[in-house]
């Protein structure tokens, strides 16, 4: 990715973003788990082909499997496009876990927010993860206000 200027929002910016954010990632996850589904059906395919020393496929219901996982994976790509051209940074997809950089008396903090969390409540430093989670104070809350719009 070409290094231009990082995005940077308010708590109020990420906060409103939240029902986007939620939607790609509820997307990203379904997919991540069928694309897991198919992976582990093919394994169990090869494995019993490999007991019966071989053994006639149905190549037309494999190829639409493969077609399926091929789809899910491009739902997942895009989704992750999407978030990160949005601004936002992806920290785990697993768990649904969305950091917002927020510059907050000129350092750049994140704003971090898990799928399932009603609003943003809470912010770790650039270099921490999610267990150095931090609540939000006054702070935090004002940072970015006296911004002129973009």
Excluded at 117 to 129: D, L, S, Y
Excluded at 136 to 150: M, P, T
Aim: charged share 35%; aromatic share 6%; proline share 2%.
């Amino acid at each position: 990715m070409s290094e231009m200027k990082k995005r940077t929002f308010t708590l109020i910016e990420a906060q409103n973003l939240l029902p986007v954010m939620e939607s790609l990632l509820r997307t990203s996850m379904e997919s991540k788990r069928r694309i897991e589904e198919i992976e582990e059906e093919f394994k169990k395919i090869n494995y019993s082909v490999f007991l019966r020393g071989g053994v006639q496929l149905d190549i037309v219901a494999l190829s639409r499997l493969r077609a399926e996982s091929d789809k899910a994976i491009q739902r997942v790509k895009d989704a992750m496009a999407e978030i990160e051209s949005i601004g936002a940074l992806v920290k785990d997809l697993d768990i649904g876990l969305i950091d917002f950089p927020c510059v907050v008396d000129r350092t750049t903090v994140l704003l971090c927010w898990k799928l399932g969390e009603q609003r943003i409540t809470h912010w770790h430093e650039t270099n921490e993860g999610f267990g150095a989670r931090k609540p939000i104070d006054e702070r935090i809350a004002r940072a970015g206000k006296a911004k002129k719009a973009n």
